[in-house]
């Protein structure tokens, strides 16, 4: 039931469930196998998967873009460091291991 209800959810982002990103169909509530149902053309299907696919990857790279944009606001400039320079090293948390000397 987690995982019906996970799959068929539509995604605040996306606009779409997961289950209609990966297959490009609506997930299926009840199955009735006496019923015959044309099949839907290989091709058709690769068509309509491909377009809900694109779209979906069109959203989550814009939104990807945004989350960046956002988090580089409040990113600081690193300090660059070269060899030889001197730095203060805090031992707050630093703990030593007594060593046992063997004569």
Known sequence: MAEFAVNNKVHS??????FMANYS???????DLRRKEK????I????????????TGVVL???QEEI????DRERKEVEVWKIRDRVML?????VFK??????
């Open 68 to 71: 960046k944009r956002q988090v």
């Open 39 to 42: 099949m839907e053309k290989a």
């Open 90 to 94: 805090s031992m707050k948390d630093l």
């Open 25 to 31: 169909r609506e997930m299926r509530m009840e199955v």
């Open 61 to 63: 790279v814009r939104v």
């Open 13 to 18: 982002t996306t606009k779409v469930s997961l």
């Open 44 to 55: 058709e299907f690769v068509e309509r998967m491909r377009k809900v696919q694109k779209e």
């Open 98 to 103: 007594k060593r046992l000397v063997m004569l």
